[in-house]
């Protein structure tokens, strides 16, 4: 049983257990006052109104790019790919720890998921649309995009299937359209129930289209867990299948840094690890500015650091292996791509995303910096810059010096890179303040499910 203090170390339970006091009743009203309030808390409004602010620099660059070209952009030869893939990868990897934690954490029945699977699929569905700016805009005509998608035309021009870019056309939209579904199924009941507490009238008209005619009779609940459990069951293997299909963008290329066997799995842990130091960089303030330790307890902290922690340690394997490949082939290229990577011009990103990735996780092993939310919180931010220098080393890196030297030059980002970067920050914040206002942050009917066992547990 926890204590009084939210954030002492708790004694380890099969399933996460309410605080003495809860009901049924007061649990959905502590998570609905949150969406229901008619008075929207100030620091909401601060917080909002500077993610809009910030989200604003992202259209304004995207506007001019459609006005002048990617022209403004820092990409030349031969980094012909640059912030625009970096970013498209980041971002795509934080999209994946929503689709673990909800997706294959309930197949496996594991209940500590229940109180940060909804705004971590929530994280999924902003951080793939955060993505999903960047492959329509860097192709030079974005009105033309259309072309990707095999349709039927009169010029009988069909997109070329053995590139693996055209591939991420496909699992990117897919996995966006099943989370996009798998999100909103598990909204139904919650929707509900803020439909039949609303006071406002046009709150309840809109709940009330939102929850399809929910009645929590048995046959909805019949039909909404069998639809919720197939649901579950298409995103798992988009777990694995996404970032293994992004990863095989620069595998199947024959540019040293590029070609290696070990991406797919490489690339997969790599998401898991930046997308669970994002739910942790969420869940540590949310808790605390919304009072919510009792329904997001150390135990979820504790238990998202291991995972980052075991995701870690794959990581620094994968960078482990790039290097001792590279020295044990005999290729000549292959040996240069890692000894430009640790002293060329750039030797600075790759050194800080040694530091990033590899040795600052390694604090996880203490258990006082498991249990400090502080620290916690400040190692996950200090990972998800790593995860972002991770995609800078391998992109720009291994492009600016590639087989003939008379073609090496040095790339920079311009104003209009950086622009577009920090405002998909912008509008991913932007997106989540909102979510957060207007939808329950925590499933409502799935924590009043947890009230049984925490009964029978203090009876004990």
């Keep these: 049983m926890s204590t009084n203090n939210p954030d002492k170390p708790e004694e380890t339970t099969r399933v996460p257990v309410l605080r003495p006091g809860y009901t049924f009743g007061s649990i959905t009203d502590k998570i609905a006052a949150i969406a229901l309030g008619r008075k929207t808390p100030i620091g ?129 939209s897919t996995y966006a359209t099943v989370s996009a579904l798998f999100w909103f199924v598990g909204l139904v009941p919650d929707l509900a129930t803020l439909r039949d507490r609303a006071k406002n009238r046009t709150a309840k008209i809109i709940y009330g289209m939102l929850a399809l005619g929910w009645r929590g009779s048995a046959r909805h609940w019949h039909r909404y867990e069998t639809a919720y459990l197939l649901l579950a069951g298409l995103s798992t293997p988009l777990v694995l299948s996404v970032h293994t299909v992004v990863s095989f963008d620069f595998a199947v290329g024959i540019v040293p840094g590029w070609h290696a066997t070990i991406f797919p799995p490489y690339f997969v842990a790599g998401a898991i690890y930046a997308g669970f130091a994002m739910v942790l960089t969420i869940s540590i303030p949310l808790r605390k500015f919304y009072n919510l330790q009792d329904f997001i307890t150390m135990r979820h902290i504790r238990n998202m650091a291991k995972i980052m922690l075991a995701t870690g340690l794959i990581v620094a394997y994968g960078y482990m292996m790039e290097a001792f490949m590279a020295w044990y082939s005999g290729n000549e290229y292959e040996r240069f791509m890692i000894y430009n990577r640790m002293t060329g011009p750039y030797w600075w990103s790759y050194w800080s995303l040694i530091l990033c990735n590899v040795i600052t996780p390694q604090f996880l092993w203490a258990r006082k910096v498991r249990h400090s939310t502080t620290a916690l919180f400040l190692i996950s931010l200090v990972v998800g810059v790593g995860m972002w220098l991770e995609r800078f080393v391998i992109i720009v890196v291994s492009l600016h010096r590639d087989f003939l030297p008379s073609s090496w030059a040095m790339y920079a980002p311009t104003r209009y890179d950086w622009m577009m970067f920090i405002g998909t920050l912008g509008l991913f914040s932007a997106l989540m303040f909102l979510f957060i206002r207007f939808l329950p942050v925590i499933s409502i009917f799935e924590m009043r499910t947890l009230l049984p066992e925490s009964k029978v547990k203090e009876e004990a």
């Design 44 to 172: 909401w409004l601060i917080g909002f109104s500077l993610s809009f602010g910030v989200a604003m620099m992202l259209f304004y660059s995207i506007g001019v790019l459609l006005l002048k070209g990617i022209g403004i952009w820092g990409n030349n030869n031969p980094v012909g790919w640059a912030f625009d893939i970096i970013n498209f990868v980041w971002w795509i990897g934080i999209g994946h720890a929503g689709t673990l934690i909800s997706a294959i954490l309930l197949l496996f029945r594991q209940q500590w998921r229940t109180s940060i699977n909804r705004f971590a699929e929530a994280m999924t569905l902003f951080a793939v649309a955060c993505a999903g700016v960047y492959p329509a805009l860097h192709t030079g005509r974005p009105w033309l995009d259309y072309w990707l998608f095999p349709y039927p035309n009169t010029m009988g021009i069909w997109p070329n299937f053995r590139s693996p870019l055209i591939w991420d056309v496909f699992a990117v």
